[in-house]
């Protein structure tokens, strides 16, 4: 896969294949001077200087799977990050006023080069309620495929950040197939085997005493997905989390009445990665559809900043106004008569991107950052976890509405044109991009 040399900071996609990557030249601005790993800058270069420069660089990043599914199918929402410099290693350079260390081609390091559990707690206000909440909770991940190495990789990521190890014998981890097989699994697959590791590592670092259960489908339709989300729902969990998505269709009302249509569960559904323009199964009138946000630290009081993930005019977080399914009651805005995505948001520029171990990846193995709103939906399922098992009849999306107050209101940035402004553009209150904000502690996630 060819990606741009050029000595500019640009931001233009190319195509190969399915696969679209952002790319964008690390430089010094207005010194003309590319950013290399190095253990001090130049007397001349001030540190101030050079932060700045990063933090104007992007990153390179590829889609972890197919991106252009047929009809009927999905596409996992997990674009992990091929060269270019992260925002975790932007802020450990300016704080050692150093420069950035650019990453290889392949982006996989021997550590993590991303936000990692601590990172993203203290940004959500998760701290204490991560330590002390989501025992006796199941978290479920929906996605199509197997990954051979799950356990091994969950294991690697959780014990680097010293979380409780979360395995098969413990009782923590279990994976099984759309019918709930822990033998007959479908075929592996390297791509989505990096969505499933990015998964897996979010419920880690937001609910870490949480069980997760990896629920494979045999394939990535809409049909095997769906049934791989009831599965979840059958074997006892309260939370399921999708990170994938194609283009709606008139057979989505029938989806949501066979798979997604489950009270008492909090079921949450990526937004999508290509910018401004509706997705099912985020258009579902019963699940949270979650959008995603740039993370970025910051000196005001609450230590971080989000603004709507934009890339490009192609790639960014989803949002839109439904073609097919009905509104929800608790969804109130007046601009779109039917179902409008999103509801809430988190993190998912690959910019600002996650730490993941995944071993069983097609091009980068070990360490490795993430975005998309692939990240952003599991972090909404473990925020739900730990909040508590909802009321049995009740519909969780319907939560934040209750307690807008209790949210980071996101009011900046857009995903892309449009003739109603909020359907892709932030405002105060309510937009499509980021829904009613992120996550500030519990309080809008419980019942």
Aim: glycine residues 10%.
């Amino acid at each position: 896969m060819r990606t741009s040399r050029s000595p500019h900071i640009s931001g233009r996609w190319r195509r190969a294949g399915s696969t679209a990557v952002a790319t964008s030249a690390l430089v010094l601005a207005g010194l003309g001077t590319a950013v290399h790993a190095t253990a001090a800058t130049p007397d001349h270069v001030s540190a101030k200087a050079v932060a700045t420069a990063v933090a104007k660089a992007h990153v390179q990043y590829q889609s972890a799977c197919d991106a252009t599914p047929k009809k009927g199918y999905a596409a996992c929402n997990a674009l992990r990050v091929t060269g270019g410099t992260t925002a975790f290693m932007e802020k450990q350079a300016a704080l050692k006023g150093m420069t950035a260390k650019t990453l290889k081609p392949n982006a996989s390091s021997a550590s993590p080069t991303g936000y990692g559990p601590s990172d993203l707690q203290d940004a959500y206000g998760l701290t204490d309620a991560s330590a002390a909440n989501g025992s006796g909770e199941t978290i479920a991940i929906v996605d199509a495929y197997d990954d051979p190495n799950a356990a091994a990789d969950l294991a690697t990521y959780r014990s680097y950040y010293g979380l409780s190890a979360c395995t098969t014998a413990n009782g923590c981890f279990k994976k099984v197939s759309q019918t709930g097989s822990t033998t007959s699994l479908p075929t592996a697959d390297s791509g989505w085997a990096g969505e499933i590791s990015l998964d897996l590592d979010m419920v880690s670092a937001i609910a870490p005493n949480a069980k997760i259960l990896l629920v494979e489908a045999s394939s990535s339709s809409m049909a095997n997905l769906g049934k791989a989300v009831n599965e979840a729902v059958t074997l006892g969990a309260k939370f399921v989390s999708n990170s994938y998505g194609g283009s709606e269709s008139s057979s989505d009302t029938s989806y949501d009445s066979s798979y997604f249509n489950h009270p008492g569960v909090a079921i949450t559904v990526s937004a999508g990665d290509e910018g401004y323009g509706a997705e099912y199964p985020a258009a579902s009138k019963y699940v949270t559809a979650v959008g995603g946000t740039k993370l970025s630290t910051s000196s005001n009081s609450r230590g971080w900043t989000e603004t709507v993930w934009k890339t490009s005019s192609t790639e960014g977080t989803g949002s839109g106004c439904s073609s097919y399914d009905a509104k929800p009651s608790w969804q109130t805005d007046t601009g779109c008569t039917k179902r409008m995505i999103s509801d809430v948001s988190a993190v998912a520029d690959p910019a600002t991107g996650v730490s993941v171990y995944d071993s069983y990846g097609s091009d980068g193995t070990g360490w490795n950052t993430y975005g998309g709103t692939s990240a952003s939906s599991p972090i909404i399922a473990s925020v739900y976890a730990l909040a508590g098992t909802p009321g049995s009849s009740d519909y969780p999306a319907q939560y934040p509405y209750e307690d807008t107050t209790a949210l980071n209101d996101v009011t900046s940035g857009n995903n892309g044109s449009c003739s109603t402004s909020y359907f892709c553009t932030a405002k105060s209150g309510y937009d499509g991009p980021t829904g009613l904000g992120t996550p500030e502690g519990l309080d809008a996630f419980t019942g």
